[in-house]
C-alpha cells in the first residue's frame, strides 16, 4: 500500500475572443460573465483551504480579453442592451435581451430568485412576441438587471453586502444598473490578481495553452489527422510549424508579462498532442505537459481499463513520463478521464456532499490499489467553469465538501504538478507518443467533415497569400495581418462548424471566423476573396 497518494487538480479556464475585428466591440459576451460567475470565484475559494494545492491553466486569449475590459473598458452585445435606457431599446434588441437573460440552469439561477422567477414564468406564458409587447417598462429594467445579478458567484451573493442587498430587491433603478456593471468589473479586476496572489504563497501552479488555442498537431500538418483514423481531409495541407512556435511564444510572453514568471506546465488545447507539436513546445523550455490518459493507451498500445472501467495497472496510469522528443525531455502527465469526466458530466445529478465522498473514496481506493516503493499522482483535469452551471449554488457545496475532505483525509495530498515532479523526477521513459486528443483519441471535432475541411481550406488560403505578399509589405503589416490568421486558427472555430456541436450562436462563430480572414487581406490591402464572404453551412 503506497503511504501517501498525491492528486493533482488541474482547472481549464478558457473563452476564445469574441471580438470583431472591425468595430473592437465582443459579439458575445461569455468572457465577462464567466469571470464574474467562475474564474474569480475559483481563485477565491481556494484560499479558503491553504492546504488544498491545484493547477489552473489560464488562456492566453481569456487573460488579454480579461485586460480588455479591465483597460480598455471594452464593451459586448450584452453589455449595451444593459446599459441602454429602457425607452431606447428596439424590438430586437429586447428579444435578444430576454434570450441572454435565461440562459443558465433554470432551477440553480432563477427560481431562488421570486422576483426573476416570476418574470421568467410571465415571458415563458406569453412567448417572447407578445412578451416583447406588454412586459412594463420596470419589468424590462429588472429583466436587464436579474439578468446580470444572478452570475454573480455565490461568495458575492453571500459575503458582499452590495450584491447581497440586490438580490433582495423586488425592482431596480437605473443606478442599480450602473451598480452591478462597476461590481461586475471589480470582480473582473480581481480576477488575475487572486490567481498571482495563490501563485505567490505557493498555493496554486499557473500554466498556460497556445495562445489563441488552436490544435498544435494540426497547425504542424493537418495530415496528420489521417493517423488518427480520420479518411477525409482538406484540400490543402496546412503545414504552418512555425504558426505553432508563434502560439507558444507569445503565449509565454504574456504569462511571463501577467505573472512575473516563466510557465513550468501547458494544456495543450483540447489536450491534443503529438510527437512534433511537443517537441516544439520542448525546445521553448517548458517543462510539462498534460493529455489525456487515452493517449497513453494509445502509445502504450494496451489497454489500461476493464469493462467496468476499473484499472487493470493503476500504477501505469498514476505515474508522470519522461518523453524524448527532438529538442529535448518533456515531463507528459496523463488525466484520469474517469474521474475528470464524474466531476464534468455526472457528479451534478446527486447531492454535492454524497459527490465529494464519493470521489474521495475513489481516491483512497485507488491508494490502496498500488504497489508500494513508489510515489504516485493521480490527474484530474477539466474544464473549470461551464460544469459548474449544472450544479446546485455553482458547485459551492461540492467544491467546498471535496477541498475540507482532500484537506482532512490521512494519505491523500493534494498537489501542484510541478510539486510532485520536483518530489519525483525518476521516470520511466517514452520515446515516443499517439496523435490526438482528449476526444475519440482524434482530432475528429475539428477537421474530417465538410464544414471542418472547408475551414481549414479557407484558412489555408488566407495564410498563403499572406506569405505571398510578405516581401511587398512592412514587417508591422505583416505581423498586424498575422495576428488575425492566429486568431482564426482557434480551435474554437473548428468546433463549432462540427455537425455534432448546435447552438443559436452558430452563426456568430462563421461571421467571427470569416471576419479575421477578411482582415488579413485587409491589413495586407489585398482585395478579399469572394469565397471569404459565404458562411460556411455544416451538414
Not at 486569449?61 to 425607452?87: G, W
Not at 517514452?430 to 481549414?456: C, H, R, V, Y
Amino acid at each position: 500500500m503506497v503511504s501517501t497518494l498525491y492528486v493533482a487538480l488541474v482547472w481549464h479556464h478558457h473563452q476564445p475572443t469574441y471580438k470583431d475585428p472591425k468595430t473592437g466591440k465582443y459579439l458575445l459576451p461569455w468572457t465577462r460573465m464567466h469571470a464574474v460567475k467562475d474564474y474569480f470565484y475559483m481563485a477565491n475559494l481556494l484560499t479558503y483551504f491553504p492546504d488544498v494545492h491545484y493547477t489552473a491553466n489560464i488562456t492566453p486569449v481569456l487573460i488579454s480579453q480579461l485586460n480588455d475590459y479591465i483597460f480598455n473598458y471594452a464593451s459586448d452585445v450584452y453589455l449595451e442592451l444593459i446599459n441602454k435606457p429602457v425607452e431606447e431599446l428596439t424590438t430586437d434588441e429586447k428579444r435578444l435581451l430576454i434570450e441572454y437573460s435565461f440562459v443558465l440552469n433554470l432551477d440553480y439561477f432563477v427560481k431562488p430568485y421570486p422576483s426573476f422567477y416570476s418574470l421568467y414564468n410571465k415571458i415563458n406564458s406569453l412567448g417572447i412576441d407578445r412578451a416583447i409587447e406588454e412586459l412594463s417598462s420596470q419589468e424590462i429594467l429588472d429583466l436587464q438587471v436579474w439578468g446580470h445579478l444572478v452570475w454573480f458567484d455565490p461568495h458575492f451573493k453571500r459575503d458582499d453586502p452590495v450584491i447581497r442587498r440586490l438580490i433582495q430587491e423586488e425592482h431596480f433603478t437605473e443606478r442599480h444598473k450602473r451598480l452591478v456593471i462597476r461590481k461586475q468589473l471589480e470582480v473582473i479586476s480581481l480576477t488575475l490578481l487572486r490567481y498571482s496572489e495563490l501563485l505567490d504563497l505557493n498555493q496554486a501552479e499557473i500554466i498556460t495553452s497556445p495562445f489563441y488555442h488552436p490544435i498544435l498537431p494540426l497547425l504542424v500538418d493537418t495530415n496528420i489527422a489521417s493517423q488518427t483514423g480520420i479518411s477525409s481531409l482538406p484540400s490543402f495541407n496546412f503545414k504552418y510549424p512555425d504558426d505553432a512556435m508563434l502560439q507558444l511564444r507569445h503565449a509565454i510572453d504574456l504569462f511571463n508579462s501577467t505573472f512575473g514568471v516563466f510557465p513550468n506546465g501547458l494544456w495543450p488545447s483540447e489536450l491534443a498532442v503529438s510527437y512534433e507539436a511537443l517537441s516544439i513546445v520542448s525546445s521553448l523550455g517548458l517543462h510539462w505537459v498534460i493529455t489525456d490518459e487515452d493517449i497513453l493507451v494509445k502509445t502504450l498500445g494496451r489497454s489500461l481499463r476493464g469493462s467496468k472501467d476499473e484499472l487493470l495497472d493503476p500504477e501505469v496510469l498514476y505515474r508522470p513520463y519522461w518523453l524524448d522528443t527532438q529538442s529535448g525531455k518533456l515531463v507528459v502527465v496523463f488525466r484520469d478521464k474517469v474521474l475528470s469526466n464524474l466531476i464534468g458530466f455526472h457528479y451534478y445529478k446527486v447531492d454535492p456532499q454524497d459527490a465529494a465522498i464519493d470521489l474521495i473514496k475513489r481516491l483512497e481506493e485507488i491508494r490502496f490499489s498500488l504497489p508500494s516503493g513508489k510515489k504516485y499522482l493521480v490527474v484530474i483535469a477539466l474544464d473549470g467553469e461551464n460544469c459548474w452551471n449544472y450544479y446546485p449554488e455553482n458547485g459551492w457545496k461540492f467544491l467546498t465538501s471535496l477541498y475540507m475532505r482532500l484537506s482532512e483525509t490521512a494519505g491523500l495530498k493534494p498537489v501542484t504538478v510541478s510539486e510532485f515532479i520536483e518530489l519525483d523526477g525518476n521516470l520511466e521513459t517514452l520515446t515516443t507518443i499517439s496523435p490526438g486528443s482528449w476526444i475519440n483519441m482524434s482530432f475528429d471535432t475539428w477537421i474530417g467533415e465538410p464544414a471542418t475541411n472547408l475551414a481549414w481550406d479557407y484558412l489555408y488560403q488566407a495564410r498563403k497569400d499572406l506569405e505571398d505578399a510578405r516581401n511587398d509589405i512592412s514587417k508591422e503589416i505583416y505581423e498586424s495581418a498575422l495576428r488575425e490568421l492566429l486568431i482564426a486558427e482557434g480551435s474554437d472555430w473548428f468546433w463549432w462548424y462540427n455537425s455534432h456541436h448546435r447552438v443559436k450562436e452558430e452563426s456568430v462563430f462563421d461571421k467571427l471566423f470569416r471576419s479575421h480572414l477578411r482582415e488579413v487581406y485587409a491589413r495586407i490591402n489585398k482585395p478579399v476573396p469572394s469565397f471569404i464572404d459565404k458562411p460556411i453551412e455544416k451538414l
